[in-house]
């Protein structure tokens, strides 16, 4: 499963640009982008931040993620 392409996903359909969510969660701007590209995996405290803003709980991130981008074998 991919988090960061449904992060990515999910911030794009709210209408939100990465600069707008950094602002709003704190986080830096290269961490979003180390996310949403794949190159970290993103922590729960940090997913929590992110749907906070997206009003979305974690496991609402975690199950689109699954049910959009899983994991191919």
Do not use: H, W
Not at 11 to 36: C, N, P
């Amino acid at each position: 499963m991919d988090v960061g392409k449904a992060i990515r996903d999910l911030r794009l359909k709210a209408g939100y640009s990465q600069d707008k969510l950094v602002a709003q969660t704190g986080i830096s701007r290269s961490q979003l982008y180390f996310i949403e590209s794949g190159r970290c995996v993103p922590r729960i405290e940090t997913i929590e931040k992110i749907g906070n803003v997206l009003q979305m709980k974690v496991s609402e991130v975690i199950i689109y993620a699954e049910n959009n981008y899983p994991t191919e074998d």
